[in-house]
C-alpha cells in the first residue's frame, strides 16, 4: 500500500483557506496555488537521493552533497494541474514537463483523455504528476496508468491540493506503488462528485472560465 501524506503546515493551510473562500478570484487563486505547490514541492523531494561529489570552495577541497543522476519531470493534468507547475518550477527549474490532457464526463464523471505529450526520455525520470483535485480519483488513475502504460514510468508520486476518501481510496487500489501527497483530506463528494467542503471547479478557478 501506498503512503498518504498529508502536509498540513500552517503555512499551506493558511492559503488553501483563503483559496477555498468563494469570494476569492483568479489571480489571488493562482498566486496561491503556485505558493502551496512550492512549499509542498519541498517536502516531497524530501527523499531524493544524493551523491558525494568533491568541489573545491575559495578555501580548500571539500566533499559535499549534490542530489543523484536520477532527473525528475513534472506532469499537470490539464487544465487544472497547469496551476501548481510555476511553483514547482522555481524549486527545481531544471526539470522537464510533460502534460496530459483529461476532462471529467460531466454525466458520468469518467476522464476523458484528450491529449498527451512528455519528455523523451521520461522513462528514466522521477514523475511527479500534479492534479489539484482527488475527487473520484478516476482521472489520477488513469493518468498514472497511461504513465506506467505508454511511457514506462516506474518511479511516480502523486501530489494533489485537496483529496477526499474515495480518490485516496481509487488511487491507492489502483496504484499501490504510488504515493500520494496532499495538502487536505476533506469530507466527502457530493452528488456531483464535487469534494466537500472543497474549492469548487479548480480550473475553472484558475482561469477565470466560471
Ligand atoms: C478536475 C480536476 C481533476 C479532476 C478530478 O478536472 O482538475 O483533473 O477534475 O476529478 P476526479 O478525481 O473525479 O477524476 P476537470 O475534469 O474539471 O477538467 P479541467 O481541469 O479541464 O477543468
Ligand atoms: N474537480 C474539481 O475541480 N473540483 C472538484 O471538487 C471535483 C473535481
Redesign the pocket.
Known sequence: MSTLHIMDHPLIAHKLTIMRDKETGSKDFRQLLNEIAMLMGYELTRDLPLEDVVIETPICKSTQKMIQGKKLAIVP?????LGMVDGLLSLMPVAKVGHIG???DPET?N?VEYYSKMPADIEERIVILV??????????SDALTMLKNKYHCTNIRFMCLVACPE?VARVQKDHPDVDIYTAAMDEKLNEH?YIVPGLG????RIFGTL
Do not use: F
Open positions: 493534468i490539464l487544465r487544472a494541474g483529461m476532462y471529467r464523471h476522464p492534479d489539484p483535485m482527488l475527487a473520484t480519483g478516476g482521472s489520477a480518490g462528485a471547479d479548480a480550473g475553472d
